[in-house]
């Protein structure tokens, strides 16, 4: 061996540590901002078989446990009972009276059939679920559609495309001056 090998070997080592020790720190630094990125749960990407046609629309994990913006009658022909709930961003713009509604909003409207109650005679109570509607805020995604996206479904599945073609037609004709929703907030 010459003496320079020894010291080509020291330098090797010396440089696969520190390129070690550089990706390491790399690493270390970014793992914190990626992880957030990597667990959270965007859009789908695609339609599947529950995502609204048109929209890509989904139904909200825990939408059950929403906070009720307001509940509502329907009369005949759909004689339906509803209630209307929204995600935080929903309700902190309906209690800021906050219009347009911002990104992020998500409405969900539960519906059933009105039925007597067994109980009482002069009230009412649900009956068989019919639809869960929804509305989610995205005005660049749904930019031609008022910045609303829109999904129903029927026992957990969307409806056809020609069913989801009339929602914002309606929004537009009947709630466009209160940013295409018609649900306000209950006193």
């Not at 790399?26 to 529950?50: R, S």
């Not at 519906?111 to 679920?129: C, E, L, N, V």
């Not at 930019?143 to 609303?148: D, E, L």
Request: aromatic share 8%.
């Amino acid at each position: 061996m010459t003496p320079i090998e020894p010291e080509m070997k020291k330098s090797s080592y010396a440089a696969a540590i520190t390129l070690t020790v550089l990706l390491l720190v790399v690493l270390l630094t970014c793992v914190p901002y990626l992880v957030p990125i990597a667990l959270a749960e965007g859009p789908a990407q695609g339609n599947t078989a529950d995502d609204s046609p048109i929209f890509g629309v989904t139904i909200p994990a825990g939408y059950k446990q929403w906070e009720l913006i307001a509940p509502a009658e329907e009369a005949t022909p759909l004689n339906e009972l509803r209630a209307v709930v929204g995600n935080q961003t929903a309700i902190e713009a309906y209690q800021a009276e906050k219009l347009p509604f911002p990104d992020g909003t998500i409405l969900v409207k539960r519906a059933w059939k009105r039925k007597p109650s067994p109980d009482f005679a002069s009230a009412t109570i649900p009956g068989a679920a019919t639809t869960v509607q929804v509305m989610v805020k995205d005005s660049k995604k749904y930019a031609s559609t008022g910045g609303w996206g829109f999904g129903r479904f029927v026992d957990g599945k969307p409806v056809d495309e020609a069913q989801h073609r009339t929602c914002f037609a309606c929004h537009d004709a009947h709630a466009k001056g209160h940013d295409y929703v018609f649900t306000r907030l209950a006193p």
